[in-house]
């Protein structure tokens, strides 16, 4: 049974940081690029940053680029994404997604991604 489940969510002000973690199960996790995507009421899954299997490329939207790093554990079988000087905007459900290996990836699509967690909340007040 594959498993991605979320943790470091929470409610930080305008200006501060968070470090959002996905654990990984189920799957043989050095074989696929993991993303990190946001889902804010009303709104469609935005992407925000992937990384691919080994970790030698990542990707970021421009909305936080700059702002927040993606980085994976192969032997932990996690990823996680580094925010820092975030703002009211970036509030939304943070979901990690698992994509396995294919031809012509698209990191930005969601619609790439095999598997889903549940996604952790993410609340920034000004």
């Known amino acids: 049974q594959v498993q991605l489940v979320e943790s470091g969510g929470g409610m930080v002000q305008a200006g501060g940081s968070l470090r959002l973690s996905c654990t990984v199960s189920?799957?043989?996790?050095?074989?696929?690029?993991l993303a990190w995507f946001r889902q804010a009421p009303g709104k469609e899954r935005e992407f925000a940053a992937a990384?691919?299997?080994?970790?030698?490329?990542?990707y970021y939207a421009d909305a936080v680029k700059g702002r927040f790093t993606i980085s994976r554990d192969n032997a932990e079988s996690t990823v996680c994404l580094q925010m820092n000087s975030l703002t009211p905007e970036d509030t939304a459900v943070y979901l990690c997604?698992?994509?396995?290996?294919?031809?012509?990836?698209?990191?930005?699509?969601?619609?790439?991604?095999?598997?889903w967690g549940q996604g952790t909340q993410v609340t920034v007040s000004s």
């Open positions: 990384i691919t299997r080994g970790g030698d490329s990542t």
């Open positions: 997604g698992a994509s396995f290996l294919r031809p012509g990836w698209a990191p930005d699509r969601a619609s790439e991604y095999d598997y």
């Open positions: 189920g799957l043989a996790f050095s074989l696929y690029s």
